[in-house]
């Protein structure tokens, strides 16, 4: 199932981080922060690679993988929490 351009910009609105960008790729969406892949959109879900600056944000995430065969990423469930999103997010700024 592609995910609709709808949750999209649902998502991308929620986050409003400068440098926020997408890419549509095979029905889903490509997220990047100033150039930087940090997840997607996968069947209207917001999934986040697994890094650990997202992994110490999101302890207790659900793990989902965005396609069979895929890697596990983290599956944020709160998408309407921008504060929280945008801290998330910016994480990748600081990590290694």
């Given at each position: 199932m592609a995910s609709s351009k709808s949750y999209?910009?649902?998502?991308?609105?929620?986050?409003?981080l400068p440098g926020l960008s997408?890419?549509?790729?095979?029905?889903?969406?490509l997220l990047y922060l100033?150039?930087?892949l940090f997840g997607g959109i996968y069947d209207d879900?917001?999934?986040l690679k697994l890094l650990p600056a997202f992994r110490a944000l999101l302890p207790d995430a659900p793990m989902e993988t965005p396609y069979p065969g895929a890697?596990?990423?983290l599956?944020?469930?709160?998408?309407e929490n921008g504060d929280r999103l945008r801290e998330i997010i910016e994480a990748i700024k600081k990590a290694p």
């Open positions: 999209l910009d649902l998502v991308v609105d929620t986050i409003a997408s890419r549509k790729m095979m029905g889903e969406y100033d150039g930087v879900r917001l999934l890697k596990p990423m599956l944020v469930e709160d998408v």
